[in-house]
């Protein structure tokens, strides 16, 4: 029954075996505490990843940690702070706390200050995935800046200033705009003929827009480079960006300066946190 889940899904465990998922929850309980008796899941740690993951409803976090060598989930809490994840360094100790050499996470402030304190040998880097999200979302709000401007065309002027014709080809903008997010989201190689085509009436209509998605499509190649090659095309896209002139790609670029250092331990060490974001797929 522990093997079924940690395999397969809740709805496929409680189907096949024809049992409630709190029977299984107890099992679990009862397989992991036997396990723990005769084998220590925190020996050996070098490299980890830390995450948290939302379940259930509600902001109901656990923090996640993952072996990267081994690619087992070791550890997990209800949680989503400091405090949280001392209860793993605590458990961990201060020896092999020490041991660690490197660790994954996002840009959460509460993980690097837990991981300075407790972990000083270890080198913190930054998950890629999280710091494109960065530029994802900076592009999503220049889409709904354009979005917004063009609802607003219409009841912007007055009564019989604008034909019945041109306000429904600003309304038929303003839809097209919504409904462009995912064209500027995915990843070019994703991309379908009907978002391509967005992608070719954005840079017609909107060229600083399209200018920031090329921005956002540049740092997710730099993730794609590994050493030498990574950190020089880091440093022309910081440029890149600060040339724009559109006031928040330069406000990315600086959030960007500012975790440097671990943007910099990422793209020499070739770490990220997609062990750690598989696992959660199956523990959320």
Same mark, same amino acid.
């Given at each position: 029954?522990?093997?079924? @889940?940690? *395999? ?30 005769? @084998? ?13 993951? #939302? ?12 072996? #990267?060598?081994?690619?087992? !989930? ?16 605590? &458990? ?15 840009? @959460? ?14 080198? !913190? ?5 999280? %710091? ?9 709000? &220049? ?15 007055? =009564? ?8 429904? *080809? ?22 379908? !003929? ?36 990574? &950190? ?14 559109? =006031?928040?790609?330069?406000? &990315? ?5 500012? #975790?440097?250092?671990? %943007?910099? @331990?990422? !793209?020499? #060490? ?15």
């Amino acid at each position: 029954m522990a093997w079924l @889940a940690a *395999r397969t899904s809740k709805s496929a465990v409680t189907q096949l075996m024809r049992i409630s998922w709190r029977t299984v929850g107890a099992i679990i309980t009862r397989v992991m505490a036997d396990i723990d008796a005769v @084998a220590d899941r925190l020996a050996g740690l070098a490299r980890i990843g830390i995450d948290e993951v #939302h379940y259930r409803r509600g902001s109901r976090y656990l923090v996640v940690v993952t072996d #990267h060598d081994t690619g087992r !989930l070791v550890w997990a809490a209800p949680g989503r702070d400091r405090a949280t994840l001392r209860g793993f360094v605590d &458990l961990l100790g201060p020896e092999r706390s020490h041991r660690l050499t490197h660790v994954t996470a996002d840009g @959460a402030d509460w993980i690097a200050d837990v991981v300075a304190q407790r972990a000083p040998r270890a080198t !913190l880097c930054a998950d890629p995935f999280h %710091i494109v999200s960065w530029a994802q979302a900076t592009l999503d709000e &220049l889409r709904r800046k354009a979005w917004n401007t063009a609802r607003g065309k219409p009841g912007g002027s007055l =009564p019989g200033q604008r034909s019945g014709r041109k306000v429904l *080809r600003s309304q038929g903008q303003a839809k097209r705009w919504k409904n462009a997010r995912w064209a500027l989201w995915k990843n070019p190689d994703t991309l379908t !003929l009907e978002q391509r085509s967005t992608l070719e009436w954005i840079a017609l209509n909107d060229p600083r827009l399209h200018k920031a998605y090329l921005i956002k499509e540049g740092l997710r190649y730099v993730f794609t480079l590994r050493g030498r090659d990574a &950190l020089d095309a880091l440093d022309r896209w910081r440029g890149w960006a600060w040339r724009s002139k559109i =006031p928040e790609i330069v406000a &990315l670029q600086r959030r960007i300066a500012n #975790h440097q250092t671990t %943007i910099t @331990a990422t !793209l020499t #060490h070739g770490l990220s946190n997609a062990l750690t974001e598989s696992v959660n797929t199956k523990t959320g």
